[in-house]
């Protein structure tokens, strides 16, 4: 098997396949934005293989530096890919220094003074300099998941491979005319190996990645938008974990008023419109860190975080009256949706069930006590 033949077929062919397979990906999870990127990165890798091949049937120098202009292109984005899917701001200044000088290197050393070892040393270590960036913002997540580290240990080692690629032409012993082909022989497989174990890594990101939206959007109330119980307990349980004494949380328990009568009198779709307007009141008015969720079907629970539980009474009292100023607008009828507040501020060794009884012991005081307050 030809290195052309690695480098024009073997090569373009699995760019070619792993791009389809991330572009279905993309298809079916748009919302992974980054995928969409890993996509251009593949198609951009496939146009590089293609040149490069097409370079050496015609012998052209020129398009060995566009099939270079390429790889480079197609590593910049992969860099680009990486830290959008960890949300991080993409190096782009950093990404187009580095395949400015590393073009600029190569062009002079084809075409001013033609030189492959240099050439080589040049574009490797330029796109050794892209893996760097990528190992920076990898390493820059502190719990990193198992798959994380897998794609870690994968741009690691195509770092190394483009570094030490070069030195090929520096081992003792091989006839200086048969270096240029002992350097694409490693180039060919190198790239394949890199191609390959890059994709494995790739795709075993975007299935956790997967997995944990699927797991995300079973913990999520669909009509509110808010967590449903099993959302919100999952998310408690740690929080209540952290409380100190001297910084307890609260729980904030909350009812609609009322509420079967809603659905018998107006219908419905007035109802969820009931639902949906108390959900964002709540989100609107509960800390940053609070959990809200919809635990039961027009019962709602805020968790204030450690050390916010002296706000908890006015926070309740805030969102009771924005919505008992903003529902009305919902019916044309006259009508005045109301909710009823129950709070209870954590002890010691307390666990959620018993914070959620004492919360509820103080809603039902707030429903035996007119509704429309908080207790």
Same mark, same amino acid.
Request: charged fraction near 20%; aromatic fraction near 10%; hydrophobic fraction near 55%.
């Given at each position: 098997?030809?290195?052309?033949?690695?480098?024009?077929?073997?090569?373009?062919?699995?760019?070619?396949?792993?791009?389809?397979?991330?572009?279905?990906?993309?298809?079916?999870?748009?919302?992974?934005?980054?995928?969409?990127?890993?996509?251009?990165?593949?198609?951009?890798?496939?146009?590089?293989?293609?040149?490069?091949?097409?370079?050496?049937?015609?012998?052209?120098?020129?398009?060995?530096?566009?099939?270079?202009?390429?790889?480079?292109?197609?590593?910049?984005?992969?860099?680009?890919?990486?830290?959008?899917?960890? +949300?991080?701001?993409?190096?782009?200044?950093?990404?187009?220094?580095?395949?400015?000088?590393?073009?600029?290197?190569?062009?002079?050393?084809?075409?001013?003074?033609?030189?492959?070892?240099?050439?080589?040393?040049?574009?490797?270590?330029?796109?050794?300099?892209?893996?760097?960036?990528?190992?920076?913002?990898?390493?820059?997540?502190?719990?990193?998941?198992?798959?994380?580290?897998?794609?870690?240990?994968?741009?690691?080692?195509?770092?190394?491979?483009?570094?030490?690629?070069?030195?090929?032409?520096?081992?003792?012993?091989?006839?200086?005319?048969?270096?240029?082909?002992?350097?694409?022989?490693?180039?060919?497989?190198?790239?394949?190996?890199?191609?390959?174990?890059?994709?494995?890594?790739?795709?075993?990101?975007?299935?956790?990645?997967?997995?944990?939206?699927?797991?995300?959007?079973?913990?999520?109330?669909?009509?509110?938008?808010?967590?449903?119980?099993?959302?919100?307990?999952? +998310?408690?349980?740690?929080?209540?974990?952290?409380?100190?004494?001297?910084?307890?949380?609260?729980?904030?328990?909350?009812?609609?008023?009322?509420?079967?009568?809603?659905?018998?009198?107006?219908?419905?779709?007035?109802?969820?419109?009931?639902?949906?307007?108390?959900?964002?009141?709540?989100?609107?008015?509960?800390?940053?860190?609070?959990?809200?969720?919809?635990?039961?079907?027009?019962?709602?629970?805020?968790?204030?975080?450690?050390?916010?539980?002296?706000?908890?009474?006015?926070?309740?009292?805030?969102?009771?009256?924005?919505?008992?100023?903003?529902?009305?607008?919902?019916?044309?009828?006259?009508?005045?949706?109301?909710?009823?507040?129950?709070?209870?501020?954590? +002890?010691?060794?307390?666990?959620?069930?018993?914070?959620?009884?004492?919360?509820?012991?103080?809603?039902?005081?707030?429903?035996?006590?007119? +509704?429309?307050?908080?207790?």
């Amino acid at each position: 098997m030809s290195v052309e033949f690695v480098i024009g077929v073997l090569n373009t062919s699995m760019s070619a396949i792993f791009g389809a397979s991330l572009l279905a990906l993309w298809y079916y999870q748009r919302e992974l934005g980054y995928i969409a990127i890993l996509v251009f990165s593949y198609a951009v890798r496939i146009l590089s293989f293609g040149s490069l091949y097409a370079a050496f049937a015609l012998d052209m120098l020129e398009l060995r530096m566009v099939a270079n202009a390429l790889i480079l292109a197609a590593t910049a984005l992969l860099s680009v890919a990486i830290s959008k899917r960890l +949300r991080l701001r993409p190096h782009y200044g950093s990404l187009a220094a580095i395949t400015a000088i590393s073009l600029a290197g190569g062009c002079f050393f084809v075409f001013v003074e033609d030189n492959l070892p240099i050439r080589a040393a040049v574009i490797n270590l330029g796109l050794a300099a892209i893996c760097f960036v990528m190992l920076a913002d990898l390493t820059r997540r502190h719990r990193r998941t198992p798959v994380e580290q897998l794609l870690l240990g994968q741009i690691a080692i195509a770092f190394l491979s483009f570094v030490s690629r070069p030195l090929t032409f520096l081992i003792p012993g091989i006839d200086p005319a048969q270096s240029e082909a002992v350097y694409w022989i490693v180039v060919s497989i190198s790239d394949t190996l890199i191609c390959s174990t890059l994709a494995a890594a790739i795709f075993a990101v975007i299935a956790v990645d997967v997995m944990d939206r699927f797991k995300a959007e079973a913990q999520i109330d669909m009509l509110s938008g808010l967590f449903n119980r099993r959302g919100f307990e999952s +998310r408690a349980l740690p929080m209540l974990a952290r409380q100190t004494g001297a910084a307890p949380a609260a729980l904030i328990l909350t009812d609609l008023d009322h509420f079967k009568s809603i659905n018998d009198r107006f219908g419905h779709l007035d109802g969820d419109k009931v639902i949906r307007t108390f959900s964002d009141i709540l989100k609107d008015k509960a800390p940053r860190d609070a959990i809200v969720g919809r635990i039961g079907g027009e019962e709602f629970a805020i968790l204030l975080p450690p050390g916010l539980a002296a706000a908890a009474h006015a926070m309740a009292d805030t969102a009771r009256s924005a919505f008992k100023a903003t529902a009305p607008a919902i019916f044309a009828h006259a009508f005045h949706p109301t909710a009823s507040f129950g709070i209870a501020i954590a +002890r010691a060794g307390d666990n959620l069930l018993g914070l959620m009884e004492r919360a509820d012991h103080a809603l039902y005081r707030a429903k035996n006590e007119g +509704r429309d307050c908080v207790r």
